[in-house]
């Protein structure tokens, strides 16, 4: 199995960046297809990023894509999400999530595929 746990959220104003970050435990982590999602009160868990175990299959959600990056360094254990342009919607609660898969090229972009989440971090964009 393998630990997540997520750094780098804050408050940032309209139009600013932040990279958060996910570290994980264990000898395993290229087989894990790997997922950020994020969560704002009274609403769905809903996906945001989704990469492959090389990191050479990616997929965004229409909301995010061409403001954020997701990235991996498989001999780190780190997955990371660059965010920029960013704007009060994207203010929640950012998770990371993993899952072993089988396909080298395989994204997952629901909630429900994946087993393992880290704790969250709090992103908060202001005006």
């Known amino acids: 199995q393998v630990q997540l746990v997520e750094s780098g959220g804050g408050l940032v104003q309209s139009g600013g960046s932040l990279r958060l970050s996910c570290a994980a435990s264990g000898r395993t982590f290229s087989m894990y297809a790997m997922g950020w999602f994020r969560q704002a009160p009274g609403k769905e868990r809903e996906f945001v990023a989704g990469t492959s175990r090389s990191g050479g299959s990616i997929y965004y959600a229409d909301s995010v894509k061409g403001r954020f990056t997701i990235s991996r360094d498989n001999a780190k254990n780190t997955v990371h999400l660059q965010m920029t342009s960013l704007k009060s919607e994207d203010t929640a609660v950012y998770y990371c999530?993993?899952?072993?898969?089988?396909?080298?090229?395989?994204?997952?972009?629901?909630?429900?595929?994946?087993?393992?989440w880290g704790q969250g971090t709090q992103v908060t964009v202001s005006s």
């Open positions: 999530a993993a899952e072993i898969v089988s396909g080298y090229y395989t994204v997952l972009k629901g909630s429900g595929e994946y087993d393992y």
